[in-house]
Each structure stands twice: as structure tokens, then as C-alpha cells.
């Protein structure tokens, strides 16, 4: 698959969605980050409003990273799990929460909530980057559980959902809860 | 393969670092195989086989690798670099380590397709705790999850 042609068929998949869609993006490697863009561009393209859960990125490297692939972060909050692990202290800092470490699931769900409440009205999303990296710092079953809450959630409030995780990179029991509980696994 | 059987390439010249990291695996039940290269260049050697490491067998390529951005010879990033840009070596996943949390350092690192960074001024305890869990996860990861179709 040449890099036009994955991005060409996840536009199409997540064009035919629907308004809300909750999706587990199941990706090759090397096609990861780049699927996370586009699918987040769709989003914002849109007009829609969401948050960014950054557990692999930092802020400061995804805003200019999203800035050259001409996303609009106006209507973005971002939950930072990254940058307090390279020495930034925990706390609220213009559109973004800085929190200790990944392993913080309660703080994650916790800001969300308040994050989202602070959008108003019209449509939203969350988006987890990544689902692989929240393995390295929490227990599968922890996951589940955190994984399920978010869903829950999303589900209870009309709001979108994009999981982003990598081909091969998390265990068959979870890639199937997580599977399971969205709406639809866009494998590119 | 089990960790014990699986290498950490980690590039650093610091001996004080280099003897933390080994005391990690000795206390931790790390079982993985630590290979210090002590500057850029010669973690470069390791990585492409040159000089005494031209023997594949005994010098397998590395599970993981950890670098520290300043080193002599040759800086992290330039090692980095090099590694993302090998059709192969890419695919090994790289912790950046640095005294820093430089702006400049966090973007380079990340535009240069490391997959972690951690800094070494977050103190002892934290440097600990969140290296740990990475090179636990790279020792003990079965890649399981059903293949793209």
C-alpha cells in the first residue's frame, strides 16, 4: 500500500461512519502517526471539538506537528501524559493538562470529563494516541476497564471515539475487548 | 524468545548512568542483555557491524536501544537519525536519555522518530520509575495481536 492509498481508504472508511462513530484504528507501524493525523484532521475539519490524550507525543512537538499538517487546534484541548516524564511539572497550561505519567488513568478520566464539559455544545471526540504506549505503563486488565469507562462515556454523551493502536503491538485479548466495544477496527 | 535472551543496546558516557541502568537490571529482575557502547560512534560500529563488532552472532542486533543525546563523536540524534533511516535498524524501538528537557532536544527526538524520552533531571527515583517500565515492556512484548488483512 503506497502512502496516498492508506490515506485514501481510511478518508473513505471514516467518511462513511456516520456523524458518531467510536473506532479502533488499527495500524501498520509505519503508517501510525500518519493515520492519527488524518484521522484527526477529519475530525477537525469538520468543526468538530475534541481532546487529544497524548501518551505517546508530547504537546509541544504534536502542536507543531499539527500545525504543518495544517490541523486547526482551536477546538482542541490536549491531555498531556508525556512531557512530566522529560521533566515538566503536572498542571493546566493554556489548552492543555500535563499530568505525571500514563499509568495516571483516574487523572485522565477525571480531566476528560471536565474537558469535554467545558466544549459546550455540538459534535465531539476523543482520541487515544496511544493504545500501545498505555501498555507499557498499566496492567491489560486496568485497561480494559479504563477503556471501557472512556466508551461509556462517549456513548452516554453523543460523542466520537478514535482508539489509535498499532498492528501487532497489544495482546489478542485486549485488541478483541477494545474490538468489541467500538463500533467498528479500521485496519489500514 | 525469552528476556533473557533479548539485548539492550544502551549508547551513554556517563559512567555513573551507565552503572544506575546496570544496578536496575541486577535489582529488577531484568534479565535482558545490556551492551554499552560509550559514545555515538561506537554505538554506530555495534549497530552496522564495523570493527570488533563484525561478528553477528555475538553481537546480535539490539530488542532496544537507549541513547543519550550528548555524547562524544557522534550526538544521540545524529545516532537517531541514522537508525530511523535504516530500512531495518528502524524497526528497533529507541529511548532518548538526556540531562535536558530542552524544548529543542523533546521536538528533535520525536522529529526524528524515537519512540521515548526520558529525562535524567526528573531525579533518581523517577528516572527509575519511568524507564522501568519501558524496558521491561520491550524484554517481555509477544507481538500477538492479529496481522492487517
Redesign the interface.
Known amino acids: 500500500m503506497t502512502d496516498e492509498n492508506f490515506k485514501t481508504k481510511l478518508n473513505n472508511e471514516l467518511s462513511g461512519l456516520g456523524d458518531k462513530f467510536i473506532i479502533l484504528l488499527?495500524?501498520?507501524?509505519k503508517y501510525y502517526f500518519d493515520s492519527v493525523l488524518e484521522a484527526l484532521k477529519f475530525m477537525t475539519d469538520r468543526g468538530m471539538s475534541g481532546i487529544y490524550l497524548a501518551f505517546?507525543?508530547?504537546y509541544?512537538?504534536l502542536t507543531?506537528t499539527f500545525k504543518k499538517y495544517d490541523i486547526d487546534t482551536q477546538n482542541l484541548f490536549f491531555i498531556d501524559a508525556?512531557?512530566c516524564?522529560?521533566?515538566?511539572s503536572p498542571g493546566e497550561q493554556g489548552g492543555c493538562v500535563f499530568i505525571e505519567?500514563p499509568s495516571s488513568l483516574e487523572e485522565v478520566g477525571t480531566w476528560t470529563e471536565i474537558l469535554m464539559g467545558r466544549m459546550g455544545m455540538g459534535s465531539k471526540f476523543l482520541i487515544v494516541d496511544s493504545v500501545p504506549t498505555l501498555?507499557?505503563?498499566n496492567e491489560v486488565g486496568m485497561l480494559k476497564n479504563f477503556s471501557q469507562l472512556l466508551i461509556n462515556r462517549l456513548r452516554l454523551h453523543g460523542e466520537s471515539g478514535v482508539f489509535a493502536s498499532i498492528?501487532?503491538?497489544?495482546?489478542?485479548s485486549f485488541?478483541e475487548t477494545l474490538s468489541a466495544l467500538c463500533d467498528k477496527t479500521i485496519?489500514? | 524468545m525469552k528476556q533473557k535472551d533479548k539485548n539492550i543496546l544502551l549508547a551513554e558516557d556517563s559512567s555513573d548512568d551507565v552503572e544506575l541502568i546496570k544496578r536496575k537490571f541486577r535489582y529488577r529482575d531484568i534479565e535482558g542483555r545490556l551492551i554499552i557502547a560509550r559514545d555515538g560512534e561506537e554505538a554506530l560500529n555495534y549497530l552496522y557491524r564495523k570493527k570488533k563488532y563484525s561478528d553477528r552472532e555475538k553481537f546480535p542486533d539490539p530488542d532496544l536501544i537507549i541513547l543519550d543525546i550528548r555524547m562524544p563523536k557522534v550526538n544521540g540524534i545524529e545516532v537517531l537519525k541514522a537508525i530511523k533511516s535504516d530500512r531495518i535498524l528502524k524497526k528497533i524501538p529507541v529511548v532518548m536519555l538526556t540531562i535536558s528537557n530542552l524544548e529543542n532536544d523533546i521536538i528533535d527526538s520525536f522529529s526524528n522518530g524515537c519512540e521515548h524520552y526520558v529525562a535524567k533531571s526528573v531525579g533518581f527515583e523517577k528516572f527509575e520509575d519511568t524507564l522501568e517500565p519501558i524496558i521491561k515492556y520491550y524484554l517481555e512484548k509477544n507481538r500477538v495481536t492479529p496481522v492487517s488483512q
Open positions: 488499527n495500524t501498520d507501524s505517546a507525543r508530547p509541544n512537538y507543531k508525556v512531557s516524564m522529560a521533566g515538566k505519567s501498555l507499557i505503563y498492528d501487532m503491538e497489544i495482546p489478542v485488541y485496519k489500514v
